[in-house]
């Protein structure tokens, strides 16, 4: 069974940081992709970033492009978004993803989520 576990959220003053980890187990398939999403209130699941398995491929959403880094380690089984500079509207829920194969920004291509965890930004 897949598990998904983030962890590193908090709530932090605009221009602080934040480092999330997304620690997976149960997965048995070679290579997977993970992602970054994140759900604010009222608003629709977007896009944060992406990495493929061996972490040369990433990918990130206009808006946190230059402020946000994902980064994997294979050995422990965990994908990080590293996010510096942060804004009042990167204020959400931000959720991991896996999926069997190339990394992708496309939130229907992962099958498997962890619960999220919430990062609030303070102006």
């Known amino acids: 069974q897949v598990q998904l576990v983030e962890s590193g959220g908090g709530l932090v003053q605009a221009g602080g940081s934040l480092r999330l980890s997304c620690a997976a187990s149960g997965l048995t398939f070679n290579p997977y992709a993970m992602g970054w999403f994140r759900q604010a209130p009222g608003k629709e699941r977007e896009f944060v970033a992406t990495?493929?398995?061996?972490?040369?491929?990433?990918s990130y959403a206009n808006s946190v492009k230059g402020r946000f880094t994902i980064s994997r380690d294979n050995a422990k089984n965990t994908v990080y978004l590293q996010m510096n500079s942060l804004k009042p509207e990167d204020t959400a829920v931000y959720t991991c993803a896996a999926r069997a194969g190339s990394a992708s920004y496309s939130q229907y291509e992962y099958p498997h989520w962890g619960q999220g965890t919430q990062v609030t930004v303070s102006s």
């Open positions: 990495i493929s398995w061996s972490g040369t491929s990433t």
